[in-house]
């Protein structure tokens, strides 16, 4: 069982930056993949980016891509979202999750992951 809590969320200008953060309990989050996904009001939840248990293997959605950064500190039982060059269309609740590992690459697809945390609003004003 892995519980998690996001933060660092807030309202930001276009072109701000914010940086997310997800505290894993238990002591199994480093054999965890990890990923970001994010859900705006009306849509679908959509994928973000993904980390491998080892921080070897990230992907990025093309929309985020050059944008966001992922990292992890296993450490610290913590997953990062570095977020830059913000616009209005990355208004969302961001959330993290936790997957086994099944293959080399993180996975993209929501139905995917097995743990979930509540989720932090960000919001970009124009």
């Known amino acids: 069982q892995v519980q998690l809590v996001e933060s660092g969320g807030g309202l930001v200008q276009a072109g701000g930056s914010l940086r997310l953060s997800c505290a894993a309990s238990g002591r199994t989050f480093s054999t965890y993949d990890m990923g970001w996904f994010r859900q705006a009001p009306g849509k679908e939840r959509e994928f973000v980016a993904a980390?491998?248990?080892?921080?070897?293997?990230?992907r990025y959605a093309d929309s985020v891509k050059s944008r966001f950064t992922i990292s992890r500190d296993n450490a610290k039982n913590t997953v990062y979202l570095q977020m830059n060059s913000l616009k209005p269309e990355d208004t969302a609740v961001y959330y993290c999750?936790?997957?086994?590992?099944?293959?080399?690459?993180?996975?993209?697809?929501?139905?995917?992951?097995?743990?979930w945390g509540q989720g932090t609003q960000v919001t970009v004003s124009s």
């Open positions: 999750a936790a997957d086994r590992p099944i293959g080399s690459m993180p996975r993209d697809y929501a139905s995917a992951y097995d743990y």
């Open positions: 980390i491998s248990w080892s921080g070897g293997r990230i």
